[in-house]
């Protein structure tokens, strides 16, 4: 099992441009999240899916938008991204909600000039 | 916003030495998990603990959690080099994770 995977696991971003980040889990979790870590921030919730088909805000969702394509997928999209983005993305998931132990993945290291 | 308060940020201690961490909560907390991120790396589980005034353990590792559901502790008994990374403590409230700010301990061998 390949676990949680991310990619990239690096981008550099101009101001204004736009991207999407992919997760997949083959664990057949039911929840994925997605989180931002800033130095000194700790991980901060910007949009979870409790569910395949549901979608919902965190902490600090302002400018992201995701999907949940299927199961096994949660992307987070960055419409036109801002400086204030630049940080390292992790995507995790688990079994069901908040009960469980989450598994992440690698993180993507944005950089956005 | 953020839930659980973790301190102390920064810890150096010398390999061989005990280290803590504390998380904290004005609220009671409904269950508290904890973390360790390696420099680079990404966050792995190492426990979760439900129940008022439980404490567990993994090798040299001691995790309370307290009477009142408001703070927790991670003790590490003779620290080592490979303990070195970044612990945080996670409250889980129903759908979402709330992470403490972390506690970044560097061990000196």
């Known amino acids: 099992n390949a676990g949680v995977t991310q990619t990239p696991k690096f981008q550099v971003l101009k101001t204004g441009q736009s991207m999407t980040l992919q997760c997949a889990q083959d664990?057949?979790?039911?929840?994925m999240y997605w989180y931002r870590q800033d130095p000194g921030m700790g991980l901060r919730l910007i949009y979870y899916s409790a569910s395949e088909g549901t979608t919902d805000k965190g902490e600090v969702p302002n400018g992201y938008n995701v999907s949940r394509l299927n199961k096994r997928e949660f992307s987070l999209r960055l419409e036109s991204a801002a400086p204030s983005q630049t940080s390292v993305y992790f995507c995790?998931?688990?079994?069901?909600?908040?009960?469980?132990?989450?598994?992440f993945g690698p993180g993507t290291r944005l950089t956005v000039t | 916003g953020q839930q659980v308060m973790q301190i102390p940020q920064y810890q150096h201690v010398q390999e061989g030495e005990d280290f803590t961490t504390y998380c904290n909560s004005s609220t009671t907390l409904s269950n508290i998990q904890w973390y360790k991120q390696r420099p680079g790396g990404h966050p792995v589980f190492l426990i979760q603990?439900?129940?008022?005034?439980e404490v567990k353990k993994q090798k040299r590792l001691t995790f309370q959690f307290g009477e009142a559901k408001k703070n927790s502790s991670l003790h590490i008994t003779a620290t080592q080099t490979t303990d070195v990374g970044t612990y945080f403590c996670a409250e889980t409230p129903v759908n979402k994770f709330y992470f403490g700010s972390g506690t970044k301990l560097n061990v000196k061998p």
């Open positions: 664990m057949n979790h039911n929840s």
């Open positions: 995790a998931s688990n079994l069901n909600r908040g009960a469980y132990e989450q598994y």
């Open positions: 603990l439900v129940k008022s005034g």
